[in-house]
């Protein structure tokens, strides 16, 4: 069983910072690329950042600027690092990750279950 368990959402001024984290644990082969998505509750969910298992990068313009992910591939963890937060930011932030199980060749996508990012104007 593999789960993902995000952390350090909250209520932050406009202006300031957020860092949040999710860690997968469980039976892991290995794990390829992982990501950071946000919704708004009545529309889609939308793609924040991503970082690949080399360290490659890849932002929303949105965020592009303000935040960074990275990942400590030893910890099964990446981050999201979150500067001059906005209002328009205030959103459940999911994280994912590509994970293979270590009988499978194939990897899957596996989520976490969001932690609330509220920015006050």
């Known amino acids: 069983q593999v789960q993902l368990v995000e952390s350090g959402g909250g209520l932050v001024q406009a202006g300031g910072s957020l860092r949040l984290s999710c860690v997968a644990s469980g039976s892991i082969g290995s794990i390829g690329r992982m990501g950071w998505y946000r919704q708004v509750l009545g529309k889609q969910r939308e793609l924040v950042a991503t970082?690949?298992?080399?360290?490659?990068?890849n932002y929303a313009d949105s965020v592009n600027g303000r935040f960074s992910i990275s990942r400590e591939n030893a910890k099964n963890t990446v981050y999201l690092q979150m500067n001059s937060l906005k209002p328009e930011d205030t959103a459940v932030y999911y994280c994912?990750?590509?994970?293979?199980?270590?009988?499978?060749?194939?990897?899957?996508?596996?989520w976490g279950q969001g932690t609330q990012v509220t920015v006050s104007s």
């Open positions: 970082i690949s298992s080399g360290g490659s990068t």
């Open positions: 994912n990750a590509e994970i293979r199980l270590p009988y499978e060749l194939i990897p899957k996508l596996y």
